[in-house]
């Protein structure tokens, strides 16, 4: 079984930190070094060590804030944040990644869903306005939707338009969210079951249904 690159470890010793700083130094250049960063922190979030993760990611947005990268690392500081339970500066931090992306719209990242759903799921009604907002400011209309983010955003208005006493508008999106969680082909040709909503689905199929029928 072949080595992991270097900055693409699981595990954050001191050992591995050190080797990959090392090597970090010897690479060329501030894009190059960025997104080693980014790329390293987001292994570690997967491997569970949010704390590495943000330690990189803060390293990288203070030494090399390549716009680019900025988005993207933003949105992953945020999401280790939540993960840490952090909620006020993983808020804080996705309204980072958010102005990223609108004063460098090339790069895109699910950051306007994150925060949206963060919102939702903590019952933070004094931020509900603001995610309205910001789901209407950042979605695409026409582009290719997979159903997991289709179910998510649905899912999320649905339950922005109950709070608000819309019931009508909840169901709606409470029945579209359900049709997307009933798709088994992702409507890409060569990968049909990526992006599928999976177990998602359990955290809000009873509430969906409920809101779909009212």
Not at 7 to 21: K, L, M, N, P, V
Not at 41 to 54: F, N, V
Not at 80 to 87: D, E, N, T
Not at 192 to 200: A, D, H, K, Q, Y
């Amino acid at each position: 079984m072949s080595k992991p690159e270097w900055f693409r470890r699981s595990t954050w010793s001191d050992t591995d930190r050190e080797e990959f700083c090392d090597r970090l130094k010897r690479s060329r250049g501030a894009g190059s070094k960025a997104q080693y960063l980014r790329i390293q922190a987001g292994h570690l979030a997967e491997a569970g060590d949010h704390a590495g993760a943000i330690e990189l990611l803060d390293r990288m947005l203070t030494e090399f804030p390549e716009k680019f990268q900025l988005a993207m690392a933003h949105a992953q500081k945020a999401e280790s944040l939540a993960k840490l339970s952090r909620i006020e500066a993983a808020i804080e931090v996705y309204r980072a990644a958010l102005q990223a992306e609108r004063e460098f719209p090339t790069v895109r990242t699910n950051a306007w869903l994150d925060f949206a759903q963060l919102v939702v799921e903590g019952q933070m009604h004094a931020l509900y306005s603001e995610a309205s907002q910001i789901l209407q400011e950042f979605r695409e209309e026409g582009d290719l939707k997979l159903p997991a983010l289709e179910y998510r955003y649905a899912a999320i208005q649905a339950s922005l338009a109950d709070a608000r006493g819309d019931k009508a508008c909840a169901a709606e999106f409470a029945r579209q969210a359900l049709v997307e969680a009933d798709k088994d082909h992702s409507g890409l040709r060569y990968h049909p079951t990526v992006g599928l909503v999976g177990s998602e689905r359990d955290k809000f199929e009873s509430r969906l249904r409920a809101l779909a029928r009212s």
